[in-house]
């Protein structure tokens, strides 16, 4: 069965950074491109990042593009969001997805619980 734990949420002030994971298994985890999405109280889901296979390819929202950097090791079956320069606005519960199929999908498959993001004006 596949199982995506996110992890690395909190609460954080204006401008601080925080470095999310996600750890996939039950899969080969080479075979899956990924991809993080979010959700912010009354608004519908954004996909915020996305990431190939291999790592070759990344894709960013306008919204976060030059702030937040999506990775993956492979080896660890694991990828993380690194995200810095924090605005209230990027507040939202933060989701992994997993694609073996699609690169940068608007409907993965695979999801975990999500781990919730707090950014204090």
């Known amino acids: 069965q596949v199982q995506v734990v996110e992890s690395g949420g909190g609460l954080v002030q204006t401008g601080g950074s925080l470095r999310l994971s996600c750890t996939v298994s039950?899969?080969?985890?080479?075979?899956?491109?990924m991809d993080w999405f979010r959700q912010a109280p009354g608004k519908g889901r954004e996909k915020v990042a996305c990431?190939?296979?291999?790592?070759?390819?990344?894709f960013y929202a306008r919204s976060v593009e030059g702030r937040f950097t999506i990775s993956r090791d492979n080896a660890k079956n694991t990828m993380y969001l690194q995200i810095n320069s924090l605005k209230p606005e990027d507040t939202a519960m933060y989701y992994c997805?997993?694609?073996?199929?699609?690169?940068?999908?608007?409907?993965?498959?695979?999801w975990g619980q999500g781990t919730q993001v707090t950014v204090s004006s």
């Open positions: 997805a997993a694609d073996r199929q699609t690169y940068c999908s608007d409907s993965p498959p695979y």
């Open positions: 039950g899969v080969t985890f080479d075979d899956y491109a």
């Open positions: 990431i190939s296979r291999s790592g070759a390819s990344t």
